[in-house]
């Protein structure tokens, strides 16, 4: 038997060629290290050295590309904190609301006696008994609602907002006019807190969806009734543009145009003795206030500073305005790690924000465990 050797004369001349150009490349080429390996006189050892460094080198390459690529993928939004001032009239006075943690007007309805009429087992009036019922759930004694209920009725609004306190506030102060009546400024909201004041906040209309706030009055759960109506439309402010450059004083949301105590919200609370009721909300009395962006429906249980009695409390802002160039759009919300205002579709509410979202997802969850939601979420019923 005899070996065929195969012997393929085009595949021959094909890396006969390969290695010459590659000579070649090597004598003329301007990296570093080539000209070295290719040299015939040198040693193998020598040859093989220097394959070895610039494979070394290569790979070296590879990898930190590598990484630069993945640190791009993990954050490619760099922020650039390239500090500008900006004046303090370009962006609104935050929204301020107030909560009391005096839930009751006493002399509608005493919470501390009707709670001793039950220790002591004296049987209490049907009224006293809603009342009571609905009062241990907004004042947090959750686990005094024995009603065989699963839901409340609509009669539950009426009886919070009967009971409220009387919201009574003094020697008020905004921007250049001291001593103005700032009652009409605070309009109620129904929060989780039961009701609650605010200031410089978005009318209901343009942080809902109208599907939420325009049903029939019976329907229409959050905001109740005329709760969280405010009269002045915004008219020359967005929450992306800013404010127009229209030159107008009393815009709504308000700003300040200067900074300084003198400058901001100042005002008296007034609170009567005979309404505080520790069994109610314990022995923290006062009152809770919070300071966000107007367009953000409130959440004073989850962030909020007291407002003890007898004592004045002075808070100041420090705003942090973040700018993000449109150019940043065409990324993906996940890679960067945020949303444009109208990117992200939320059910309730005409605008994102963090807050607003969080509310919604609550909202969402809560409907979908219980099928039926908390009396300050908002909701839809057809
Ligand atoms: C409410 O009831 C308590 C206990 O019976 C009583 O001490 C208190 O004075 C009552 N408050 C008012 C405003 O009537
Ligand atoms: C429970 O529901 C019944 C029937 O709908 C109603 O008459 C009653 O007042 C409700 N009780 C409470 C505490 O809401
Ligand atoms: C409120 O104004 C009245 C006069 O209108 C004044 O006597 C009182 O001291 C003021 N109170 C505060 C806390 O400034
Ligand atoms: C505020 O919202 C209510 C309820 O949606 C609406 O009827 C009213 O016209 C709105 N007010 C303004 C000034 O837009
Ligand atoms: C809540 O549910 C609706 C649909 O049921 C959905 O469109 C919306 O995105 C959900 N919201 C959140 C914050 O997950």
Redesign the pocket.
């Known amino acids: 038997m005899t070996k065929l050797a195969v012997h393929n004369p085009k595949k021959n001349s094909f890396f006969k060629n390969l290695e010459n150009y590659f000579d070649q490349y090597c004598k003329r080429t301007g990296i570093h290290g080539f000209q070295y390996f290719c040299e015939h006189g040198r040693s193998p050892f020598e040859r093989y050295w220097w394959l070895f460094v610039l494979l070394l080198s290569f790979g070296a390459c590879i990898y930190s590309v590598y990484w630069t690529y993945q640190k791009w993928e993990r954050s490619p939004v760099i922020v650039n904190f390239a500090s500008r001032g900006t004046p303090i009239y370009k962006i609104p006075f935050p929204a301020i609301t107030i909560c009391p943690e005096t839930k009751l007007a006493s002399e509608k309805f005493n919470y501390t006696k009707m709670m001793h009429k039950k220790e002591d087992g004296i049987p209490l009036s049907r009224e006293e008994d809603i009342y009571f019922e609905y009062m241990s759930m907004i004042c947090g004694n959750e686990n005094f609602v024995t009603s065989e209920n699963q839901t409340f009725p609509d009669e539950f609004f009426d009886v919070v907002d009967h009971l409220k306190p009387e919201f009574q506030i003094t020697n008020c102060s905004f921007f250049l006019s001291s001593s103005i009546n700032c009652k009409p400024l605070f309009i109620p909201v129904l929060t989780e807190e039961g009701v609650c004041y605010s200031f410089n906040i978005l009318n209901r209309s343009e942080i809902f969806r109208d599907t939420v706030v325009s049903l029939k009055l019976i329907h229409c759960r959050v905001p109740y009734k005329d709760y969280h109506v405010v009269s002045q439309k915004v008219t020359h402010w967005s929450i992306e543009g800013g404010y127009s450059a229209y030159p107008g004083i009393n815009l709504y949301p308000y700003r300040a145009y200067l900074s300084g105590i003198s400058k901001g919200l100042t005002l008296t609370i007034f609170t009567p003795y005979k309404d505080l009721d520790y069994t109610c909300r314990g022995p923290l009395q006062g009152y809770r206030v919070l300071l966000y962006t107007p367009m953000t429906v409130p959440r004073p249980s989850q962030k909020y500073f007291r407002l003890p009695l007898d004592q004045s409390v002075v808070a100041s802002v420090d705003p942090i305005m973040i700018k993000t160039s449109s150019s940043i759009a065409k990324y993906h919300a996940r890679k960067r790690g945020c949303y444009f205002h109208n990117e992200r579709?939320?059910?309730y509410f005409k605008v994102y924000t963090s807050n607003n979202?969080k509310l919604?997802?609550v909202t969402?969850y809560t409907l979908y465990l219980c099928d039926c939601v908390s009396y300050f979420m908002p909701s839809m019923w057809f």
């Open positions: 579709y939320l059910k979202c919604e997802c969402n």
